[in-house]
């Protein structure tokens, strides 16, 4: 008699998925649901090379993530939360050309911008069409003095909406560990946010306690990732997420990381031993606690 564990039969969900109609599209989301997976947080992403600069733009691109999150429910039976956001990188290349052309003119402009596409992100979350705001962050290269302090100045802005709202907020943050966690603990702590509503995206896999400060993270789900979340799951403090941050992008297949890897990386945790309810956790009850039912 074989001693291999069974495998998960429980739901699983990849906590950052994304999906273009130019990419593999309903393909990528099939390969999930044929590994195992049956839920995907769904995260707008932008067009980086021009995103939008007026309401009507972001309201159109947010449209379309929410239309392809119908289609992925309507053919492949499978569920999908949508979070909506303007992507920090996005907003900070903008940024930097907007000042270059128009000075303070420009820097205005750009953080009226920023404003619009949140409160449209917002709408669609009122509207009950999003689950949630993201990602929205802070660079994660290095910038000059102004940007970093703007990109700060409106992070803190969004996680105070997300106070008064009532939702919570996807994170992309620079890779730092412990000094990234704590400035965001603080910031949250200011904003009268409650810290586990911060969701921290490729989050490295050591998610103690104190070192997540009471964070959510959402760690990225690659190979390596299995160790030092064995050693560290059962001392987080509320849980923890899985992701592969799968791009969709035909140039770089399975970039970050394939459809197929948080069945996988489920099924691998557990036959290593990890405790079921902290599987349970991750694909069932921290995601409804953060986002609500689908």
Known sequence: MSNQRLAWHGPILDNHFHLNRNGRYLDAARDFKNAGGTNIVLIHCPDFAAPPTTKHGHKAAYQNTVDMAESVRSELGLSVRVVLGPHPAAFARQFIE????????????????????????????????????????????????????????????????AADEGFALQLHVEGGLESTYRDMARMADKSGLPKDRLIRHYSPPNVKADVTQGLTPSVLAGKGAIATLLETAEQCSHGFLLETDYMDDLRRPGAVLGPKTVPKRTNQLLAAGIDEELLWRAHVDLPNRLYGQE
Do not use: C
Request: charged residues 30%; negative net charge; glycine residues 8%.
């Open 98 to 161: 907007w000042v270059e052309l128009d000075g303070v003119k420009g820097k205005e402009m750009a953080m009226e911008n920023y404003r619009d596409s949140i409160a449209e992100a917002v709408k669609f979350y009122h509207e009950g069409k999003a689950h949630a705001i993201g990602e929205v962050g802070r660079p994660h290269w290095d910038v000059n003095q102004e940007i970093w302090d703007l990109s700060n100045n409106l992070l803190s802005e969004t996680m105070a909406l």
